[in-house]
Nanobody, 114 residues
Framework: QVQLAESGGGLVQPGASLALSCVVS????????IAWHRQAPGKQREFVAA???????NYADSVKGRFTISRDNAKNTVYLQMHSLQSEDTAVYYC????????WGQGTQVTVSS
């Protein structure tokens, strides 16, 4: 059974950086595609970024050039490095196993505010 646990959220000022982590249990992690999504207050959940087992990445246009998704197979972890954060990035960030199980994590809050 796949389980995902996000961490790293917090309150930051505009222009700051933040790194999120998603620890995944279940095997084989190295074959899993993992995605980050986010949901802002009053809005639908939206795609942010994804990475395949082979390391191919994909990003939403709104974060391209500012966010970087990566993975460490030895740690069963996917990261989302976020730079130049804006108030529009305020949301609960979720990671998801983007394959067969479609399992979601519980989410981590990111708030960008001065």
């Amino acid at each position: 059974q796949v389980q995902l646990a996000e961490s790293g959220g917090g309150l930051v000022q505009p222009g700051a950086s933040l790194a999120l982590s998603c620890v995944v249990s279940g095997s084989p992690f190295r074959n899993m595609a993992i995605a980050w999504h986010r949901q802002a207050p009053g809005k639908q959940r939206e795609f942010v970024a994804a990475i395949t087992g082979g390391g191919y990445t994909n990003y939403a246009d709104s974060v391209k050039g500012r966010f970087t998704i990566s993975r460490d197979n030895a740690k069963n972890t996917v990261y989302l490095q976020m730079h130049s954060l804006q108030s529009e990035d305020t949301a609960v960030y979720y990671c998801k196993e983007a394959g067969v199980s479609g399992t979601w994590g519980q989410g981590t809050q990111v708030t960008v505010s001065s």
